[in-house]
């Protein structure tokens, strides 16, 4: 039995941010994603739309509540979905507005991402921070929307894992003034060198135009990743410079861990 018009008309709509913003929702697809939906519980269930297969095959993590799984077809799955090829599984679920955690703050290492409006760097910065263990990452307000589509296939789960809070970081500052700002900008000091602090925030600006003259000024220091002798780049992909900044405020900790 093919699914209501309405209800495929409904989930089209998330497609786009207004409707995503009026209905508090948004849509995770495919196998992986829906399954780590599931299992993380992280943001509440509205409704799932899988193939009989799928969902025999996952049987002993559905939820309980029979009313919010519906059993689809692929050409159902293929008039909702955003893929270019349709997987067997779509999920809608509730969106979540994050807090600051003033102790996460303190005593670990935090991102801070200014106008980051690639919805594919936004994903994978996401997934860098799940991958070296940081949990909170800070957005301005003029960054790309988190439950976008792309962010949230590029995150590759992460946006289960981490903590994502929308602030801008003059007010971030003057509610934690005594967490310590480090900025990246390419006249910073080396990260071969940088001694990161126990805890803190790094804040990373877009590739295009660096962060922002008013966030500047509130940095305590600046960090930067030299560029080889020789190299003909004018700069590095935001989130590629994101995983080297990453890698090197793990430094003492990898170290632990070999």
Known sequence: MSLAKTTIKYVRSLHQKKFRQNYN???VEGDKLVRESL???QFPLEALFATEAWLLDNASILPKDATKIEQVSGADLERMSQLSTPNEALAVLEQKNHEA???LLKSDQSLFLDKIMDPGNFGTMLRIADWFGIRQVFYSPDCVEPYNFKVVQASMGAIFRVRFVEMD???????????HLTGTDMEGESVYSFEPKAGGITVIGSEHHGIRAEYRSLVNNFVSIPR???????SLNAAVATGIICAFLRKVDGEKHR
């Open 101 to 103: 955690d003033p102790v």
């Open 25 to 27: 929702k948004f849509i």
């Open 228 to 234: 080889f002798p020789g190299s003909g780049s004018e």
């Open 169 to 179: 970081l003059a007010v971030l500052h003057e509610k934690f003034p005594e967490v």
């Open 39 to 41: 299992f993380q519980r």
